[in-house]
């Protein structure tokens, strides 16, 4: 479970504090996908980046399955990042590696699997995201899909148990949408991964989501089941 107890974050800028998140309490239960929508501003990445460390809290504790991570130095934050993986809008990939050393990346940098390890993940990885016959292209070679295929792959590489997605089918068209959208619902169900993410698409949170975050202006103003916050009167 990831537990926000009254976190709240003001980034310092020219020695002033800017407000990003009001204090806020939360908690994601393990294997839901969790949404959070919103307007530009009201806070959503900030959010998200403070569940992965990113941004660190202006105060507040944040724990995840019972440990509280708040205050985690380099060493914890080593292992903490690999149980967290994070995919993007524009996919965040290395252009000039392979789709293959892509995925492969995050484990090198872990240092701690075997050259097989990595060689037998990756496989398994472009077997699960459908790139198998992708391996060697580059990613200027593929569609924008094919593009966020790689992105939820490496996100997967180290096992991760919570996935962070950042606007992650806002430049993909509607069909996809779809797809990226049914491969992370499938990864959801049969990896027992939590899922967060954000989004302005109301489509993707009724499409994907069990619970939903309403934010604005640095506050999470309505929580709950999507059918409840959608679809009252
Ligand atoms: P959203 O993801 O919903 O668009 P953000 O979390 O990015 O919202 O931003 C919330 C507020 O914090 C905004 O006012 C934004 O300008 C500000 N903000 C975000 N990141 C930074 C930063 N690194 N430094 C200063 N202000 C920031
Ligand atoms: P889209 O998100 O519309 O599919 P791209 O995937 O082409 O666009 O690009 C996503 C981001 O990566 C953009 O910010 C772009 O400038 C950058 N980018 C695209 N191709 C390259 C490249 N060959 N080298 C470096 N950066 C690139």
New binding site residues.
């Given amino acids: 479970m990831i537990e926000f107890d009254q976190v709240h974050k003001a980034y310092e800028v020219e020695g002033r504090a800017i407000p990003a998140l009001q204090p806020t309490d939360l908690a994601i239960q393990n294997g839901e996908i969790f949404g959070i929508v919103g307007h530009s501003g009201a806070g959503k990445s900030t959010l998200i980046r403070l569940i992965n460390l990113l941004e660190r809290p202006s105060g507040g504790r944040i724990v995840i399955d019972g440990e509280d991570v708040t205050g985690y130095g380099s060493d914890n934050l080593r292992a903490f990042r690999r149980q967290v993986g994070m995919i993007f ?3 965040n990939l290395l ?1 000039s590696k392979t789709v293959e050393d892509n995925i492969a990346f995050p484990m090198k940098l872990a240092g701690i699997y075997s050259k097989e390890e990595i060689r037998a993940r990756v496989k398994e990885l472009l077997e699960r995201v459908g790139l198998t016959h992708h391996a060697r292209k580059y ?2 070679q593929l569609s ?1 899909g094919q ?1 966020q295929r790689v992105g939820i792959a490496r996100a997967l590489a180290c096992r991760p148990t919570i996935l962070l997605c950042d606007e992650a089918t806002s ?1 993909l068209d509607p069909q996809t949408t779809q797809s990226v959208l049914r491969l992370l619902a499938d990864i959801n169900r049969e990896l027992g991964l939590t899922i967060v993410l954000i989004t302005h698409e109301m489509d993707v949170v009724r499409r994907v989501c069990d619970r939903v975050a309403v934010m604005d202006a640095g506050e999470v103003v309505e929580m709950g089941p999507v059918t409840d916050v959608f679809l009252h009167p």
């Fill in positions: 809008q524009h996919f252009w990613p200027s924008g593009k430049a």
